[in-house]
């Protein structure tokens, strides 16, 4: 099947099933989601020419995970995004099974990706390619074929290029399992995209596989990327596979006791990050979570699921990342709807808002729509909801990095993030309350506020 039948044929579904997608009351208002079908990991996340441009993998024909196709939506400013349909349809003999993870750079003032060709025979055998793309415009895109074949000592779970030029070089990190069954990350090096040298491994020995890693520098060198097979150790690690970091030294190493998660929500994975032309560190993840109970979403019903985290911008304090909630999405607020000081709040909270908790003196706990608690005590964040498949309650928890000050929740539809102390701690979850259910109360000495947010205008093309 050729490559303009397969993106025809993605758009059909979108034709099809898009109107009932956006008649789901938990579709977000200003959160990036799929038109129809699947979405998971940020792919090609950049600013180039003035534009900020993202791609994500995506599975239009059906809820479940395949041979993915790389959606394209753009932005002027971070918050309202342009659908612009696929950019990549799995095609090609090194990528029949699906056009997997990978990022961007701009060359000669073109706009080059990188992603892994996934293939898979009958007997579930798999090949991985990493595998090269250009596009003059960033509306047609070209593929150039396989620039790296699965080099010696590592199983086929070989993917997820990233790629970033340091002075005259080219550096390429990718996912890797050894044939040890551990997990690592490999490093490439180019001198013109062209022709790429393996230079061995760059960090190892967290679980069975590294997914989708990163690397950039803030005051140190930062290694990002999302270990599988690590075991949970109380209130660490948690979800069945983890996003975290190590700050270390790019000529020296990182070590894997160093290891920090990102966020300690229910539903986060897979982030990318980019430097826009501002400077600002700038990173994006999948609000979802690989065999994490998400055949139990209630989403499957309108042809729909999963979503992107909101940009954040990322800075370093101390051995800590921080994440906070980039200037732009003070745009979404629409209207005040409570701004009010006392120890108990109790009230009915807009499906689409931002709440911000401000001099706060002691302990804090939310209840949210019925569903969702947030509890701040003794130097600890715990949240609690109700488990996916039905079991009872399930909770994520973490130790504060200081004492407790402030919190911004953005609630949309079917989602919360929650920053603390300016993102020094970040929880991200999908929720599914009630449709109708507004309620919240907020106990604690504070000062509350809350906006009714908006929703993105990007509109579409396809």
């Known amino acids: 099947m050729t490559e303009t039948v397969m993106k025809n044929e993605a758009k059909e579904k979108i034709a099809r099933w898009g109107n009932t997608v956006k008649q789901d009351p ?3 208002a200003y959160h990036i989601a799929p038109p129809v079908g699947l979405l998971n990991d940020p792919n090609g996340f950049i600013h180039w020419n003035g534009t900020y441009h993202l791609f994500y993998q995506w599975m239009p024909f059906h809820t479940g995970h395949g041979a993915k196709f790389w959606a394209h939506v753009t932005s002027g400013n971070l918050v309202d995004w342009k659908f612009h349909g696929p950019a990549l349809a799995p095609d090609r003999w090194y990528d029949r099974s699906g056009c997997y993870s990978g990022s961007a750079v701009e060359k000669d003032g073109e706009l080059i990706l990188f992603y892994t060709g996934n293939v898979k025979n009958g007997e579930g055998e798999r090949e991985s390619y990493q ?31 990233k790629v970033w030029k340091t002075g005259h070089s080219w550096y390429m990190v990718i996912g890797a399992q050894t044939e040890d069954k551990e997990g690592c990350v490999v490093l490439y090096d180019s001198p013109d995209l062209e022709s790429w040298q393996y230079k061995g491994i760059l960090a190892s020995g967290l679980g069975y596989m590294w997914e989708c890693p990163d690397f950039f520098r803030l005051e140190g060198d930062v290694l990002l990327f999302s270990p599988q097979g690590l075991e949970e150790q109380g209130m660490d690690y948690r979800n069945m596979y983890q996003s975290g970091y190590i700050i270390g030294d790019f000529e020296d190493g990182f070590r894997t006791e160093d290891f920090r998660e990102l966020d300690h929500g229910f539903e986060f994975y897979a982030p990318q990050t980019m430097e826009d032309d501002a400077g600002r560190r700038i990173i994006i993840g999948w609000m979802g979570m690989p065999d994490g109970g998400e055949e139990y979403f209630p989403t499957h019903d309108y042809h729909w699921i999963h979503q992107m985290t909101l940009p954040r911008e990322l800075s370093q304090k101390g051995d800590t990342i921080v994440q906070k909630p980039l200037v732009e999405m003070e745009e979404l607020r629409m209207r005040k709807v409570v701004e009010e000081s006392q120890e108990k709040w109790e009230g009915k909270i807009p499906a689409s808002s931002e709440i911000l ?9 939310i209840e949210l729509f019925r569903y969702i608690s947030l509890r701040c005590s003794k130097g600890k964040a715990i949240l609690t909801r109700p488990a996916m498949d039905g079991s009872g309650e399930e909770w994520r928890a973490t130790v504060l990095d200081s004492p407790l000050t402030e919190m911004r929740l953005f609630v949309d539809h079917s989602s919360i993030e929650i920053f603390i102390n300016g993102g020094e701690t970040v929880f991200s979850s999908r929720i599914f309350p009630e449709k109708e259910e507004t309620s919240g109360i907020i106990n604690g000495d504070l000062s509350l506020t809350v906006w009714e947010l908006r929703r993105q205008t990007g509109g579409k093309t396809v």
């Open 26 to 28: 938990y579709y977000p």
């Open 131 to 161: 595998c090269k793309v250009r596009s003059p415009d960033g509306v047609t895109f070209e593929k150039l074929g396989v620039s790296i074949e699965l080099p010696k000592g590592f199983t086929p779970h070989f993917r997820d290029p």
């Open 357 to 365: 908790l401000q001099d706060i003196d002691g302990d804090v706990d």
